[in-house]
């Protein structure tokens, strides 16, 4: 009887996953996945944008799901952090350094999202939009890149939307800006392939975590060719994949895993 290796280990890794605020979301399930993989999980979020929705988690879940994350017998931290400040990206990874030690993923899966349409757009939702899916990531994709140790192995996975698939006429904001996320993960990733770092996106697709009511998950399940709706542990285990050394030929990929959805 032979063993098998786990390549997808990730023991001695440090990764930063952003936008984990709610256990029902992805940034939840992402940690979850990576923790039981081995990573030590830093996560941040942000409870005023979380408080504006319906779907709004409770105060407590932050510290629940690092409780959870704990059981797993890794190291976990966490920092309410408002992304928007050009400031938060050292701030971040100077916790995180202190912290854990040099990080060797990061995720950005935190987003800022607002129905908007060409009769409604201003230039303060297109702005908030902006600071949050296109600088924050940007910028905090380079602090992560610029204190980059390691020689290989670096990971950064970020989260789209399919807007290369397909019009969202009334996310217009959300559009433009996410859009532009794909542009940066492959520009991103042949800039710094040399660095051992490899870039990613994924679109995980229509997602059930907790926006749909019983109409939206009614109309959206009969476009899934399997009969369900996606999962946070769908886009997950994914990332858990994309994180490991099992991917470090894949890089400037923006993957569409949503299940053979029909747009």
Not at 118 to 145: C, G, K, P, W
Not at 167 to 184: F, R
Not at 214 to 222: G, P, R, T, V, Y
Not at 227 to 244: C, Q, T, V
């Amino acid at each position: 009887m032979t063993s098998s290796i786990n390549h997808r280990n990730l023991s001695g890794k440090v990764a930063i996953v952003t936008g984990a605020s709610r256990l029902k979301g992805i940034g939840a399930a992402i940690c979850l996945e990576l923790a039981k993989e081995g990573a030590d999980i830093f996560f941040t979020y942000w409870t005023k944008y979380d408080s504006f929705f319906p779907w709004k988690g409770l105060e407590d879940e932050p510290a629940r799901l690092a409780e959870q994350l704990e059981k797993q017998g890794i190291k976990c931290y966490r920092q309410e952090l408002d992304l928007t400040d050009p400031l938060s990206p050292i701030k971040l990874l100077d916790e995180v350094q202190n912290q854990l030690g040099n990080p060797h993923i990061l995720v950005n899966n935190a987003c800022y999202s607002n129905s908007d349409s060409y009769e409604t757009l201003s230039h303060s939702t297109l702005d908030s939009h902006y600071q949050m899916n296109v600088r924050a990531t940007t910028l905090l994709s380079l602090e992560f890149i610029k204190r980059f140790k390691n020689t290989s192995s670096g990971r950064i996975i970020n989260l789209s939307s399919g807007q290369s698939l397909g019009p969202m006429t009334d996310e217009l904001s959300y559009a433009i800006t996410k859009g532009a996320v794909e542009t940066l993960t492959y520009t991103l990733a042949a800039a710094v392939a040399h660095k051992g770092i490899t870039v990613n996106a994924i679109n995980p697709g229509p997602t059930d975590t907790g926006w749909m009511n019983a109409e939206d998950k009614k109309h959206l399940s009969s476009r899934f060719p399997m009969g369900r709706l996606g999962e946070p542990k769908d886009a997950a285990n994914l990332i858990s994949f994309l994180a490991s050394d099992e991917a470090e030929w894949i890089t400037g990929q923006i993957i569409h895993s949503e299940g053979g959805f029909k747009r």
